[in-house]
């Protein structure tokens, strides 16, 4: 708007000025009026239309007295109204590199609000610095997007008096929940989770109490009375005095809250971080006792764990062994059984056999016996026949044949010996005188002897040499 009244004054002033310059600079002028026209004409486009950035809301306040949100990229009008810029999304964020500065509408700026730690304090009552980040996203409905932009006006008076203080006191009241030594012993992720929780529903509604619990360590005993030697009384105080915030229920049974002042313009909180705690230097200190306490503990619990398995394992060594004397002492007892059971069943076998085989020889002694007996009684019956058939021949011819055939191997005899007798070339003796002498020793003398012997061996036969008549 500015821009075009300046164009209009400085284009009346070269009219003016035309009358009263020769006719040679007219030309001039001309350039002059078409240069006048241009500015006239791009002050009238800017004050009539702007850019439109992308990832921004705009708070557009016309000439006539509308107003309304543009969120499309490009040119958009107002007619040479005012136009703010938005974020659609706001950071706010606290970390050791903050100043506190409070920059909403920077284009280069990584986030909207930049602080320093904050200071919190735990249930226990420990210190800390926390850096954290918070993303709240503006509303994309005109009607509260334009109620919040009456209300605050700027961004950098939303960040100031509402999103800033929401993200202080939600880490706070979550702080409040929880003490440093349960925040430190595994409850960040909770921690975590109750503060992101509480910056989009609502922060807790909370009471603080105290209550007292018993130690887990359980009753010491006293030392006072010797005589009782590990049987002492109980003394002194086992229990310790917490501080527990319990949360206030409705009626439903839900926990009630208070809830963010923000979220009734439509702004919704996207994401919310707790990135890091420092405890102050008391607590690291006791942190630090309580880990070298806890890693005494540690290495103690595992040399007792070590001790109680070196027993297991000689336990189980001396298991073994003995299961292995056993299992050896059962194989050596079922070999002796099974060596012995095969011994008897081999002396069964042999005496099965033996007795088998003297059955066998008894029933083939007893075969042979009869046969023998068969073959007596045949050759008794046999004898008896030859002896009968014998009796009767020699009752028929009372021998003959028998007498015949020994006095032919009787004869036989004395003819051999006869035959082969020796002869002396010269032989002296005297039988006699006359005709009838007989030289000692001729052949008649021979044949004499021979007759002799003859009938003495017939009558040792005792049979009669004469063929009896018919």
Do not use: C
Request: charged letters at 25%; proline letters at 3%.
């Amino acid at each position: 708007m500015y821009g075009m009244t300046i164009a209009v004054v400085a284009a009346l002033a070269i009219w003016g000025a035309t009358s009263f310059v020769p006719e040679k600079l007219k030309d001039y002028m001309k350039i002059g009026y078409i240069v006048a026209a241009g500015f006239f004409l791009f002050s009238a486009f800017n004050g009539i239309f702007f850019y439109a950035e992308p990832g921004y809301k705009y708070h557009v306040r016309t000439i006539t007295g509308q107003e309304k949100m543009v969120s499309d990229t490009g040119y958009n009008s107002y007619l040479f109204g005012r136009v703010n810029a938005w974020k659609n999304a706001m950071s706010v964020q606290a970390s050791r590199e903050g100043l506190g500065r409070v920059v909403a509408e920077s284009e280069g700026s990584s986030t909207s609000a930049n602080l320093a730690p904050q200071s919190l304090v735990f249930l226990d009552q420990v210190d800390a610095l926390v850096t954290a980040t918070t993303r709240y996203e503006l509303p994309a409905d005109q009607d509260a997007f334009l109620r919040m932009v009456r209300l605050y006006r700027t961004p950098e008076n939303l960040l100031r008096t509402e999103l800033i203080p929401a993200f202080q006191e939600t880490l706070g009241a979550t702080a409040a929940l929880l003490s440093a030594e349960d925040y430190f012993q595994g409850g960040k992720t909770e921690f975590n989770n109750e503060f992101q929780r509480q910056m989009e529903n609502g922060i807790y509604i909370v009471r603080r109490v105290e209550e007292r619990v018993r130690l887990d360590e359980g009753p010491a005993s006293g030392s006072a009375n010797a005589t009782l030697g590990t049987d002492q009384k109980e003394y002194g105080d086992q229990f310790k005095t917490v501080f527990i915030v319990k949360k206030i229920l409705d009626d439903t049974g839900q926990p009630q809250r208070k809830s963010q002042s923000f979220t009734k313009f439509g702004i919704q909180v996207s994401s919310a971080r707790v990135t890091a705690v420092d405890p102050n230097e008391e607590f690291k200190k006791r942190m630090r006792l309580r880990q070298q306490a806890a890693a005494d503990r540690a290495i103690a619990r595992e040399q007792r764990i070590q001790e109680e398995e070196q027993r297991l394992l000689a336990i189980a060594k001396g298991e073994r062994e003995v299961a292995e004397r056993q299992a050896q002492a059962k194989v050596t007892q079922i070999e002796r059984t099974t060596d012995a059971e095969t011994e008897k069943q081999l002396t069964l076998t042999a005496a099965n056999k033996l007795k088998e085989q003297a059955e066998i020889d008894r029933e083939r002694a007893q075969i042979l016996l009869e046969k023998a007996e068969i073959d007596a009684k045949a050759v008794k019956v046999a004898a008896e026949a030859e002896a009968y058939a014998k009796s009767a021949v020699l009752e028929a011819d009372n021998a003959l044949a028998q007498k015949l055939e020994t006095e032919q191997k009787i004869q036989e005899y004395w003819a051999k010996a006869y035959a082969e007798r020796k002869v002396p070339q010269y032989v002296f003796g005297s039988g006699g005188s006359g005709a009838n002498a007989t030289p000692t020793g001729n052949d008649q003398e021979a044949l004499l002897l021979q007759e002799l012997l003859t009938l003495e061996y017939a009558k040792r036969l005792d049979y009669d040499r004469n063929i009896p008549k018919q």
